[in-house]
């Protein structure tokens, strides 16, 4: 079956920097959209970045643009999320999910995305 590991949550204070990893298995990667949610305490989930089959095309939200770079390495069926500058509000469980698209403009969409990971949480103090 498909299954979406990430790797590589914890805690840091404000200004350092995490990488993120999600490894796929069980699915044919390069066919594959990828991207990155996140869901604080008492908040809805929200995307974050997405990037297509290739890695040509990537998106972030605007909160996090210029701070996060998603990329992929479709032969290790892995992708990632490097957080730099990170700040208190970026607190969250992040998600990583897979879709097939194309979006369709909607990258940030829940369903878009059909396969999930368990998630790992994020905690940055100030």
């Known amino acids: 079956q498909v299954q979406l590991m990430e790797s590589g949550g914890g805690s840091v204070q404000a200004g350092e920097s995490l990488r993120l990893s999600c490894t796929a298995s069980?699915?044919?990667?390069?066919?594959?959209?990828l991207g990155w949610f996140r869901q604080a305490p008492g908040k809805e989930r929200e995307g974050v970045s997405s990037i297509t089959w290739t890695g040509d095309s990537t998106f972030y939200a605007d909160s996090v643009k210029g701070r996060f770079t998603i990329s992929r390495d479709n032969a290790k069926m892995t992708f990632y999320l490097r957080m730099d500058s990170l700040k208190p509000e970026d607190t969250a469980m992040y998600y990583c999910?897979?879709?097939?698209?194309?979006?369709?403009?909607?990258?940030?969409?829940?369903?878009?995305?059909?396969?999930w990971g368990q998630g790992t949480q994020v905690t940055v103090s100030s």
């Open positions: 999910a897979a879709g097939l698209g194309p979006y369709g403009g909607r990258w940030y969409a829940e369903d878009e995305y059909k396969y």
């Open positions: 069980g699915l044919n990667f390069e066919h594959y959209v």
